[in-house]
């Protein structure tokens, strides 16, 4: 199955990429995301008046299952539920009896297990560091992860003086998978260290290309910068963002949360 998983993944993006980067050299120049800095008091409520209904396809469903299946294996817990529902019951329990660093380092391993090392170990190969590896990677997220990210687009942004299009636009309100997560626990660690955290790591330790994940929580939206290195914790906006009020871990409302 992972066998012609992979042919399926290398025989589509030969052909659609090529296509999907004409498409994009049309597109409107945006400035480099560096942060997401969001006001505390504009947030803290928001996911208390939006429900957004979610409606995944097949290929989304298969998806969200292998992953569910592989997290669930990772931390020992067997979901009786099926589809996203046991991929949001596995993810709790690891919010729940794990400390932060654990849940990084075991949604890493699920990610290992649900990606088939060959296409990892080759990609990684064929696509040394260059603007083309940063912007085969923005391409191929908007290809293949819809149904982990939602809705997203290929940017443009300014890469040691240059002009690339090496930036993922997760677009607004409540798209992003790890999103609707946060929807579901009004938690923001959710996002923090289920998602942004354990992919950064994992993208730079398979890939070689480092990511910068940029969450804004006002308006729900998140920007993959391919090539940058994300900043340091202590130094990441996202770390300094206090939870909502209704945050169903029933953890202090403060960063304490989210590290």
């Known amino acids: 199955m992972l066998n012609m ?6 025989h589509v993006t030969s052909s659609v ?14 400035p480099r995301a560096v942060s997401a800095m969001t006001s505390p008091t504009q947030n803290v409520e928001r996911l208390t008046t939006l429900k957004t ?16 299946k ?3 294996e990772t931390i020992g817990f067997k979901s009786s539920k099926k589809g996203y529902d046991g991929l949001v019951e596995a993810t709790t329990a690891a919010r729940q009896h794990f ?9 890493i391993q699920a990610l290992d297990k649900a990606f088939p090392k060959p296409i990892l170990s080759l990609i990684r190969t064929v696509l040394p560091p260059s603007k083309l590896q940063r912007e085969y990677f923005a391409a191929f997220t908007t290809i293949f992860f819809p149904w982990l990210v939602g809705p997203c687009e290929v940017k443009e942004s300014e890469f040691n003086g240059k002009h690339e299009k090496n930036v ?4 607004k309100m409540q798209v992003c998978q790890f999103f609707r997560f946060l929807e579901e626990s009004n938690c923001v660690n959710m996002c923090t260290n ?10 730079k330790d ?5 990511v910068n994940m940029v969450p804004n929580f006002d308006d729900m939206s998140c920007e993959m910068i391919f090539g940058q290195e994300p900043p340091a914790q202590s130094d990441d906006p996202a770390f300094k963002q206090p939870c909502y009020k209704l945050c169903n871990a029933k953890q202090k409302h403060s960063t304490s949360c989210t590290s």
């Open 5 to 10: 998983d992979a042919r399926l993944v290398l």
């Open 168 to 171: 993922v636009h997760i677009k």
């Open 17 to 30: 990429l090529p296509c999907l980067s004409q498409h994009n050299m049309h597109r409107r120049r945006c």
């Open 53 to 68: 209904e979610y409606k995944d396809n097949w290929f989304d469903s298969i998806a969200i299952n292998h992953l569910s």
């Open 206 to 210: 398979s890939f070689g290309i480092p």
């Open 99 to 107: 400390s932060p660093d654990q849940q990084r380092q075991l949604v």
């Open 194 to 203: 289920l998602c942004k955290m354990p992919s950064q790591a994992f993208i």
């Open 70 to 72: 592989s997290v669930q």
